[in-house]
């Protein structure tokens, strides 16, 4: 895989694909990790005299040019974290006014392409399309790991007609995942979140294999209770997926893995319930949702925690973004904060809610590595090879 060490560019024309799907909530960007990881490719770039089109996407437009999925909101912060004086704006991608903005631009200068989602020919994979933007670039460079998983033409088409280099914070991600999984030290646990076992069946299964303990938090854990016969009240739950949560703790159970499952938990009659009852887990009425774990599993979980010399965290244990259903997650994220350099505990965490949780408690200095990823975490630690990645390794165009 070529990266900006290994590939030489210099006064060059580059597409360049980022990640700027921020999390924005009424009009403010709530976090800029994302832009911040682009720095370190972006400065080899500029320092080189290159002329960089930034291509990135925002929400879901699906092929639609709609007003509040511009990316236009986000160039202020782009100059300021980029520290450039000047970032073009590019609204049409298509060859007249690619070359116009060429024209423009002098060496050095960056230009940010408009929500490439509004492209049909994004999600749709137009090879012609690709090929015909390609021709007025010299280079396409991908640093954006936490969007390549998807099989679009900004991450798996471009690079069948460029020479397709790895940026800075591609790898770094690459690297830190995967010497993660790859260097275990064990007592090791790991934690997994989220409301729905669908979409973590893969991961589960792959992490009892590798890890001494596996925690089940969220409402996924909701499943897990009912599977052993515990009533949930008005609980989120996936009853078809019984049997899968069955299947999953006989195979913990084969391959010695602990899996842990809530003892107690929070409940509310519904997320906005502010008066939210502590129960153990036989003792849930009907009516009532659960929506946090208990303060006994926390402690038992936190307890695990500072006994193991590996960690991994991927979703919040309960419905954290209402509070006071933050409580455990918070109290996860403390303990890591307190403890984990302290005891030498090679932490690593991923996941667009787990790293908000972490940064609201300001528990960052605690762990090892957070990805800027969620979904293109989930599926690397699940094994399945990354498209944008693949397409990387695979090119051979110079
Ligand atoms: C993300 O935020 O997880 C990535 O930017 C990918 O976005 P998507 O899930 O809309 O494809
Ligand atoms: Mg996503």
Excluded at 172 to 198: C, H, L, R, T, Y
Excluded at 312 to 325: I, M
């Amino acid at each position: 895989m070529k990266n900006l060490k290994s590939y030489n560019i210099k006064n060059k024309k580059i597409l360049f694909r980022a990640d700027l799907n921020v999390p924005v909530v009424n009009g403010l960007i709530k976090d800029t990790a994302r832009i911040k990881a682009i720095q370190s490719s972006i400065e080899i770039l500029i320092s080189n005299k290159n002329k960089i089109f930034l291509m990135a996407h925002f929400g879901r437009p699906k092929g639609e040019v709609l007003d509040q999925y511009s990316l236009n909101f986000i160039l202020p912060s782009l100059k300021e974290i980029l520290n450039l004086d000047k970032v073009y704006f590019l609204k049409n991608l298509d060859q007249d006014s690619i070359e116009k903005k060429f024209n423009e631009m002098q060496d050095g200068n960056l230009c940010l392409v408009e929500n490439i989602r509004f492209f049909k020919e994004e999600e749709n994979i137009d090879l012609n399309f690709a090929k015909q933007i390609s021709s007025l670039f010299d280079v396409y460079v991908n640093d954006a790991f936490s969007a390549s998983h998807r099989n679009h033409t900004s991450i798996t088409g471009f690079p069948k007609f460029l020479p397709a280099v790895a940026g800075n914070h591609m790898i770094k991600e690459i690297n830190s995942i995967n010497s993660f999984i790859d260097n275990a030290q064990k007592p090791n646990m790991a934690i997994v979140g989220g409301s729905k076992i669908s979409t973590k069946i893969q991961l589960l299964s792959n992490l009892i294999e590798q890890f001494n303990v596996v925690v089940i938090g969220g409402a996924m854990a909701n499943t897990f209770l009912l599977a052993n016969n515990y009533d949930v009240g008005n609980s989120l739950v996936e009853k078809d997926l019984i049997q899968t949560a069955n299947n999953i703790q006989l195979k913990a159970k084969k391959l010695n893995c602990e899996l842990i499952l809530p003892i107690d938990v929070l409940c509310g009659k519904n997320l906005q319930d502010k008066d939210p009852v502590l129960r153990k887990i036989d003792e849930i009425l009907p009516e009532e949702m659960i929506l946090d774990i208990g303060d006994s599993s926390t402690k038992f979980i936190n307890n695990k925690i500072i006994n193991s010399k590996m960690v991994l965290w991927n979703g919040p244990v309960g419905a954290f973004e209402f509070k006071p259903y933050d409580k455990a997650t918070n109290s996860i994220a403390n303990i890591i904060k307190v403890n984990a350099k302290k005891l030498n505990i090679n932490i690593i965490a991923g996941g667009g809610d787990t790293v908000s949780a972490i940064k609201n408690t300001n528990a960052e200095e605690g762990f090892s590595y957070i990805s800027n990823a969620g979904g293109a975490f989930l599926e690397w630690l699940e094994g399945n090879e990354s498209p944008g990645v693949k397409s990387l390794k695979e090119n051979n165009l110079t």
